[in-house]
C-alpha cells in the first residue's frame, strides 16, 4: 500500500508541471555562460543574443535523455521559422553536462543550429525559477521567450517537450507582427 501510495504521489509530482516565477513584463536576468554549437566551444551571452532579436531561452533537464532529445530536435527542425523572425534560440542544462558537445553536434538532437549551455549547480535556472523539484541541481522544462529590451514575453512550464516549439514560436511571431 505505500508503494502505490509513493507511486501515486511521485507520478502527481512528474505529471504537474513547473510554474515559471518569472512572468510576461518581468526583467530577464543577463547571463553568459559556456556551451558548444556543432561540437564547438563557445561562451553564449544573453545580452549580445538580445541586441539581435528576440531570444528563445529553453531550460532542459539533462542533456542525452529521451524528453531533452525529443525537445532539441524539435528546436533544430524549427530552426529555419526562429531565425526567419529574427530570433535566437539557446537551450540550457544543469543536468549531464558532460554529454552537451556531443548533443549539440548530433543530427538526432540539435544539429548545430542553435547553441546548447552548461549550467553548472543550476546557477542560471534558478535565476529563472526553472529548476527540476525532485533534483534541485538540475533544471526543469520551461521555456522563455525574452525580447531586446530584457523583458519576458513569454513563459511556459510542462514537462512534456511537445509543446515548447509551438508555443515559444507563436509568441516570436506575434512580437515580430506587433514590431512592425
Known sequence: MHRLAAAVALSALVATPALAALKAGDVAPDFTAPG???GKALT???AQA???GPVVLYFFPAADTKGCNIEAKM??????QFAAQGATVIGVTAGNLDKLQQISADTDKCSGKFPVAADPGAKIAKQYDAVLAMKPDWS???SYVIAPDGKI???YSKMDPS???S???ATVKAFKTAKR
Open 75 to 80: 528546436f533544430a527542425d524549427a530552426m529555419p
Open 167 to 169: 508555443e515559444t514560436l
Open 153 to 155: 514575453l513569454h513563459a
Open 50 to 52: 538580445r541586441k539581435k
Open 140 to 142: 526543469d522544462r520551461t
Open 36 to 38: 558548444f554549437q556543432a
Open 44 to 46: 553564449f551571452s544573453l
Open 163 to 165: 509543446e515548447h516549439v
